[in-house]
């Protein structure tokens, strides 16, 4: 709840801004305390609305947190959250809340070990800058592109943490296109640690593009909140417990 707290007092995070910038400072400051190798992914997005708010062109990034001694080439998953937030918002459920469970399970990884090393990645420019599906998910369309190859083909899976404060059960989503083997993975891992969950299928998050390429994925996250993409969107929105029933779901998972 810090986290959240600190991100959303920043205000709006459109991802070239100022305070998107101040945001993945943060963020890269956090993950690489824990003892993570740290990169910066460059990229422009374009000229665009972004929810009925024009946005400008510019320079944005990815926070890219790997462990050490992973290989491009070896087997690992992915675990991502977007920082960025509608012009209009300060984005505290959206995304704040899935960046500070991403944050927790990164340290999580490196002080409890995981089944496979597990990257994890502050995604930037998730947010709409259009109406079509190529002007979503800027950050991890980029991710995807680059990472074609021994990269791309050594990723085993991809969770997508996205609005994960609002509560109620935790909504683990698929676009239709993934394999149902981590939703299944997700769900059996909620019933062993009593959490409540339910299959879904949504394509507004970055586990989209993963999915469009052939990658087996799912969406954690999703419930409706009352300050969905507007100025409401404030920490007391955001259920401390949801991120903990969040939470428990994907340690369970990662732990195998």
Not at 8 to 14: D, L, N, P
Not at 33 to 44: E, I, K, N, P, W
Not at 100 to 107: D, F, G, K, P
Request: some cysteine; hydrophobic content about 40%.
């Amino acid at each position: 709840m810090r986290l959240v707290r600190e991100l959303a007092a920043m205000g709006s995070r459109e991802a070239t801004s100022r305070a998107f910038a101040q945001a993945a400072d943060l963020v890269q400051i956090r993950l690489a305390a824990l003892g993570y190798s740290v990169r910066r992914q460059t990229f422009t997005v374009p000229a665009g609305r972004s929810w009925g708010v024009p946005v400008p062109r510019g320079r944005t990034a990815n926070v890219i947190a790997v462990p050490a001694g992973l290989t491009p080439g070896d087997p690992h998953l992915v675990v991502g959250a977007h920082l960025d937030t509608v012009p209009q918002s300060p984005g505290a459920e959206d995304n704040a809340s899935g960046v500070a469970v991403l944050v927790e399970l990164a340290r999580l990884a490196r002080e409890g070990g995981t089944r496979l090393p597990v990257v994890f990645v502050a995604f930037a420019a998730e947010e709409p800058r259009g109406p079509t599906d190529d002007e979503h998910h800027f950050g991890s369309q980029e991710y995807v592109r680059r990472s074609a190859g021994a990269e791309g083909d050594a990723r085993r899976a991809m969770v997508s943490l996205d609005r994960v404060g609002a509560p109620g059960s935790v909504p683990v989503c698929t676009g239709g296109l993934s394999p149902r083997l981590v939703q299944r993975e997700l769900l059996a891992a909620a019933a062993r640690v009593g959490v409540r969950a339910r299959a879904c299928e949504n394509r507004t998050s970055d586990h989209w593009p993963f999915e469009k390429a052939g990658e087996t994925v799912a969406r954690i996250g999703g419930n409706p909140s009352p300050g969905y993409h507007s100025a409401r969107d404030l920490p007391r929105l955001v259920s401390r417990r949801q991120l903990e029933r969040t939470g428990a779901v994907v340690w369970e998972w990662l732990r195998g």
